[in-house]
Nanobody, 112 residues
């Protein structure tokens, strides 16, 4: 499967962004999808995941209550709605399928 992430940008603290990840060349509905992020000089960390059906989601404690992951299997897409953004959310965000296939990343910068 090939993944293409988009939607990153520059936003002020407290603002919102929505990331999208489009999948191709695979059976999208067969993968658990997730978002990960990597801040400068830090390890890549888990952000959120959603099961194949979309019924079960999981979030890192740092984003619970602010981020929402969802998927549309008919459109082969997974979304990450990010609200109440903080400067510490600044990172390159990656989508992944089963943590095996990875997109190229999209940069999110949150200014104070």
């Amino acid at each position: 499967v090939q993944l293409q992430a988009s939607g990153g940008g520059l936003v002020q603290a407290g603002g919102s962004l929505r990331l999208s990840c489009a999948a191709s060349k695979g059976t999208f509905s067969g993968y658990t999808m997730g978002w990960w992020r990597q801040a400068p000089e830090k390890e890549r960390e888990f952000v959120a995941s959603v099961t194949r059906s979309g019924r079960i989601t999981n979030y890192a404690d740092s984003v619970k209550g602010r981020f929402t992951i969802s998927r549309d299997n008919a459109k082969n897409m997974v979304l990450l709605q990010m609200n109440s953004l903080k400067p510490e959310d600044t990172a390159v965000y990656y989508c992944a399928a089963d943590q095996i296939w990875w997109g190229q990343g999209t940069l999110v910068t949150v200014s104070a």
